[in-house]
Nanobody, 123 residues
Framework: QVQLVESGGGLVQAGGSLRLSCAAS????????MGWFRQAPGKEREFVAA????????YYPDSVKGRFTISRDNAKNTMYLEMNSLKPEDTAVYYC????????????????WGQGTQVTVSS
């Protein structure tokens, strides 16, 4: 099993940047595909990014492609989400998630979740 803790959220103006971190406990982090999801009030949980166990492959939806970058450091048991050119519509609670097997873009495929970190982008 793995436990996940997000950090790095906050309030930022439109056009600004934030870097989220997801710290994992347990020795199996390096074998897990990892992902970021977000959920705004009244909306469904939305896929933001996913990365393979070794960091070789990353996936993004069109809504964040070119603005967000997912990465991981298996030696530090940590995953990151670099968010640039933030927009008000990026406002949401951001969650990191992990799963055995390959990357997926649906939240129901993930087994482990953090508590979430709030990102608010002001216009």
């Amino acid at each position: 099993q793995v436990q996940l803790v997000e950090s790095g959220g906050g309030l930022v103006q439109a056009g600004g940047s934030l870097r989220l971190s997801c710290a994992a406990s347990g020795r199996t982090f390096s074998t897990y595909a990892m992902g970021w999801f977000r959920q705004a009030p009244g909306k469904e949980r939305e896929f933001v990014a996913a990365i393979s166990w070794n960091g070789a492959r990353a996936y993004y939806p069109d809504s964040v492609k070119g603005r967000f970058t997912i990465s991981r450091d298996n030696a530090k048991n940590t995953m990151y989400l670099e968010m640039n050119s933030l927009k008000p519509e990026d406002t949401a609670v951001y969650y990191c998630a992990g799963r055995g097997g390959g990357t997926r873009d649906v939240w129901s495929a993930y087994d482990y979740w953090g508590q979430g970190t709030q990102v608010t982008v002001s216009s």
